[in-house]
């Protein structure tokens, strides 16, 4: 029999892994039905801590150049790319 590790995902909010406090929610592998991980679901407060943290760095983001905002998103890009094996779980 295989153990395979069970990746727990919580929230990212203002640079911080905020883990969740009260439900979450298996992930599956769509091919084996076999659990792969599990997703924390927002509550209130977490919702609204990340709400409250996206309006504090709206004002800068906007005020970053085009350029720069679009060098931030395609470097995203890539490190969406680069770790997909591990963000699919």
Known sequence: MSSTAI???G???SGQQVAGKHRAQDVFNPATGAVT???ALA???VVDAAVAAAHAAFPEW???PPLRRA???FKF???LNTHKDKLAL
């Open 62 to 64: 906007s005020d970053t």
């Open 37 to 39: 991980g599990r997703v």
């Open 43 to 45: 509550d209130g407060m």
């Open 77 to 79: 890009l890539e490190l």
């Open 7 to 9: 990746t727990e995902i």
């Open 11 to 13: 929230h990212y909010i």
């Open 71 to 73: 060098r931030v998103m």
